[in-house]
């Protein structure tokens, strides 16, 4: 059974730039979370989404946003990019409706902002 | 608010002994779960083991095992005949469904060096 995959790898911006980070979830999860891992500040969460829905999230400002497709897939979208946005970001998934299951991360996308 | 809290940055331990790595969370709620997840270099985070807060049994998967003392808020990952390929950065996590956010609350994290 294939994992959280993520997509791209890496990924290089300027400030004031867009990015775009995608995450499949394991097959039949229909939750996905998103998480910032930044040197310093540890992992904190982002954003929560199920059902095609954003069910919660974290104290970040509103350039960061998203959405879950259809097939369950995610895309994380910051704009405006600043410098202190370089993190590690990381895609977990979990089971429909099994609240406090295991969310299975995915290897994450660096974001370097020059 | 829910905090969690690793007190021990770095640790290290020689291959085939016993490491001990501690966690205390802070919380109000009686439903919870805690986690240990696992990130070696390759970044990959990897669940180690679960425990639901309602269970007065510690969880164990192998080597590895916790010891979940629920009054003193404390959940510590044993880890037995440690392996170089346990090198790794060690996050104790914690999350509760009462606020319906289902987000996982971390520590800052162990890094673990196994020695040969």
């Known amino acids: 059974e294939a994992g959280v995959t993520q997509s791209p790898t890496h990924l290089i911006k300027t400030r004031g730039q867009q990015a775009t980070l995608r995450c499949s979830p394991i097959?039949?999860?229909?939750?996905v979370y998103w998480y910032q891992q930044a040197l310093g500040l540890g992992l904190q969460f982002l954003l929560w989404?199920?059902?095609?829905?954003?069910?919660n999230r974290g104290n970040f400002p509103p350039r960061f946003s998203g959405r879950q497709f259809p097939n369950y897939s995610s895309e994380l979208n910051v704009n405006a990019l600043e410098l202190e946005d370089s993190a590690l970001y990381l895609c977990?998934?979990?089971?429909?409706?099994?609240?406090?299951?295991?969310?299975?991360f995915g290897p994450g996308t660096r974001l370097l902002v020059l | 608010a829910q905090t969690v809290t690793q007190s021990q940055p770095e640790m290290s331990v020689q291959e085939a002994e016993t490491v001990t790595l501690s966690c205390t969370y802070d919380t109000s709620e009686s439903n919870y779960y805690l986690f240990w997840y696992k990130q070696p270099p390759s970044r990959q985070m990897i669940l180690v083991i679960r425990?639901?807060?309602?269970?007065?049994q510690n969880a164990t998967e192998n080597r590895f095992s916790v010891n979940f003392q629920k009054a003193a808020k404390s959940f510590s990952l044993k880890i037995s005949d440690s392996q170089l390929g346990d090198t790794a950065m060690y996050f104790c996590a914690f999350m509760t469904p009462v606020y319906n956010t289902d987000k996982l609350i971390f520590g800052t994290g162990t890094r673990l060096q196994v020695f040969p």
């Open positions: 425990q639901e807060a309602y269970k007065q």
């Open positions: 097959s039949g999860h229909t939750s």
């Open positions: 989404y199920d059902e095609g829905e954003e069910r």
């Open positions: 977990a998934s979990r089971l429909a409706g099994a609240r406090g299951e295991t969310q299975y």
